[in-house]
């Protein structure tokens, strides 16, 4: 690797080839504590430098990883020794913001966040977001296809993005940045990139679709009484708000519970004793007309017994309470660890009788353990948290077969919005088919046949898969 790296460092400069401790200074994702082991951490400025890059390391037949924001949550940014990572922590250009045509094209390292802030000033918004905004990256988002806590009103990332730019595995780089909503000729290449987390292109711009900024945000916390009154609540505000509903995450009570009154962390805005709470939000462009229209609402439900009880922020500061304790993953993970976290997705019709399985299960096998269950319910996705006391390998497999078998007979996905990654590839075969999984392979060869890019990653290895 060492010749191959001085070539790398006249693209990039010495400065952006890091290696030994400065990369083992590096945490290899968010969730872990373990250090960075890839064999180097390169840093392109941009996609020329990034093609650059990728020509050599095809021509040396060496296979990389590409890093964003390091906050996905399936190992999808693990480098071995024998891998490069390829950084775009220096692409955070904000290129051009087209205010009429509501469009901003952005390199791919740019912070969510920033994309988020820089619509703001011009009265428009961006609307996906995530509790990871500050640190996560565009080219992370849509290599990702990430959700989020907005899907319910406006879509996954793939439906923020018009075009994007990509490097693939031989250096060659496809230009793909149309700022129409319209656009039919021929294939929509751009998806073949958003979701692939990386395995068949190295995303370097994109343009982005911006909406008008919804400056009302109406936000209430409920409690439910029952499961059936939880989905009935959910078709009321989708009539009663219409395209208002902007958020509709649920915390079942064990959720609720652990982050407020067990674990300290958060005061408790409603009582504790209902199965379900539900963080709902309405956005508007009146102020009064929205927050008339979200308490007759919450009234209704009220009076038909829809929720138990309920509790409206008053102020932003109370908003902002209010969806601490939704946000609160790392209060999740040191109050409950060690835990195994999964992100699936199923008809949310078939999610009470799947939880109470799923708790049987657990509970015969680790009479002791814990189930945690959150989710952006209106998305039919849920986040479930399991801790039995031990996350060897044995154990994992043992408790990843209990949450993922089910799914497969409920037509439900082993990742609703995470991805595969390293995590997940083993049991792909629960949510596709051998069709769709031979199709994902005829791509992968076809546009990275030396599997050159986060090789192994969603796609378990085939004995043909050697760079
Ligand atoms: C607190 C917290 C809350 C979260 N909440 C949500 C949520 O609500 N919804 C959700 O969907 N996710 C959520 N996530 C997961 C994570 O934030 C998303 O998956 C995010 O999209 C990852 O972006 P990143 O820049 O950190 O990507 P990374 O973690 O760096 O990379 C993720 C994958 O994408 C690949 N990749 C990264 N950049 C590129 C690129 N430019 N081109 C090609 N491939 C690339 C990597 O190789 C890797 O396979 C959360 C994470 C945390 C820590």
Not at 126 to 149: E, K, M, Q
Not at 384 to 389: F, Q
Request: glycine share 10%.
């Amino acid at each position: 690797m060492d010749a191959l790296l001085t070539d790398i460092a006249t693209v990039v400069g010495p400065g952006n080839v890091l290696t030994g401790s400065d990369v083992s200074a590096r945490r290899v994702d968010w969730m872990s504590g373990e250090p960075c082991r890839a064999g180097a951490i390169v840093r392109p400025a941009d996609t020329d430098e990034v093609a650059a890059v990728m020509r050599l390391c095809h021509a040396a037949r060496q296979p990389v990883v590409t890093h964003g924001g390091l906050t996905g949550l399936v190992h999808g940014g693990e480098a071995s020794p024998e891998e490069l990572a390829i950084s775009l922590e220096r692409m955070t250009a904000i290129e051009a913001l087209d205010p009429i045509g509501g469009t901003l094209t952005v390199q791919a390292g740019v912070p969510l966040q920033s994309v988020q802030e820089t619509a703001a000033t011009e009265e428009l918004q961006f609307p996906l977001d995530l509790g990871a905004r500050g640190s996560c990256t565009i080219g992370g988002n849509i290599a990702t296809n990430a959700g989020g806590v907005r899907v319910i009103r406006y879509g996954m990332m793939r439906q923020q993005v018009l075009g994007l730019e990509a490097v693939l595995a031989d250096g060659t780089v496809v230009s793909s940045l149309s700022r129409m909503l319209k656009n039919n000729a021929g294939y929509d290449l751009k998806q073949l990139f958003i979701g692939s987390e990386g395995t068949l292109g190295i995303v370097t711009r994109a343009v982005l679709k911006l909406q008008p900024r919804l400056p009302s945000e109406r936000t209430a916390l409920v409690a439910c009484p029952d499961f059936d009154a939880l989905t009935a609540l959910l078709r009321h505000l989708g009539h009663r708000l219409g395209g208002a509903l902007g958020t509709f995450e649920v915390m079942w009570d064990n959720h609720y519970r652990l982050l407020t009154e067990e674990s300290g962390r958060h005061a408790p805005p409603l009582p504790l004793g209902a199965p379900f709470y539900v963080l709902v939000e309405s956005l508007g462009l009146d102020p009064e007309r929205n927050a008339a229209q979200f308490s007759d609402a919450l009234e209704a439900a009220l009076n038909d017994g829809l929720i138990g009880d309920a509790v409206l922020a008053q102020s932003t500061t109370q908003r902002d309470a209010l969806w601490a304790i939704r946000e609160d993953i790392e209060g999740l993970l040191q109050t409950l660890a060690p835990l195994f976290t999964f992100d699936i997705s199923l008809p949310i019709a078939e999610m009470a009788t799947y939880v109470e399985g799923l708790e049987t299960a657990l509970a015969h096998e680790w009479p002791k353990g814990r189930l945690v269950v959150f989710g952006h319910l209106g998305d039919g996705n849920l986040h479930v948290s399991v801790s039995v006391g031990s996350v060897s390998h044995e154990v994992r497999c043992a408790v990843e077969r209990l949450v993922y078998a089910p799914l497969a007979q409920l037509g439900g996905s082993i990742s609703a919005e995470h991805g595969i990654g390293l995590e997940k590839r083993d049991y792909l075969s629960l949510s596709r088919s051998p069709e769709e999984i031979a199709l994902m392979r005829t791509l992968k060869r076809a546009l990275d046949p030396h599997h050159l890019l986060n090789r192994h990653k969603i796609l378990p290895p085939a004995p043909e898969d050697t760079p």
